[in-house]
């Protein structure tokens, strides 16, 4: 009876011990932005933006900037933390047939200074609603 409970107690207290180590090491960390810019020759703001966007966010640690329709531009922050690369959103957008070119050196002020349109809704990090 005594072997028994020492086995339990020394079982129990292995999966307390576990279950601290793996809640101590499991740290979050705040979200660090970069900007994308991804040139999009076939979206169109009155067709095609929502669908887009919508994908785009659905992958998480997305934030949809804007879309300059003059430049056929889509801007985004992406969270490092989730996305190291584009490769996600290259897959995405290779998933949807779309045809574009992510700006590797390109900034979304430069983007917003040489868009003459305004930007569609969402600049400034607003949450984008599709239109109804």
Not at 23 to 49: F, G
Not at 79 to 104: G, R, W, Y
Not at 106 to 129: F, M, N, R, T, W
Request: net charge neutral.
């Amino acid at each position: 009876m005594i072997l028994c409970f020492k086995k339990i107690t020394t079982f129990y207290f292995g999966c307390i011990c576990l279950f601290y180590c793996s809640v101590s090491t499991a740290q979050t960390h705040p979200p660090v932005y970069r900007e994308v810019i991804i040139q999009l020759p076939h979206l169109s703001a009155d067709k095609n933006l929502d669908q887009a966007v919508v994908s785009l966010l659905s992958l998480g640690g997305i934030k949809y900037e804007g879309f300059c329709s003059q430049l056929k531009c889509l801007l985004l922050n992406a969270d490092e933390n989730i996305h190291p690369d584009n490769t996600a959103i290259m897959n995405l957008l290779k998933a949807m047939n779309a045809d574009f070119v992510i700006k590797p050196t390109g900034k979304i002020h430069q983007v917003q200074e040489s868009c003459k349109d305004p930007l569609q809704p969402g600049a400034g990090s607003v949450q984008y609603e599709p239109e109804k």
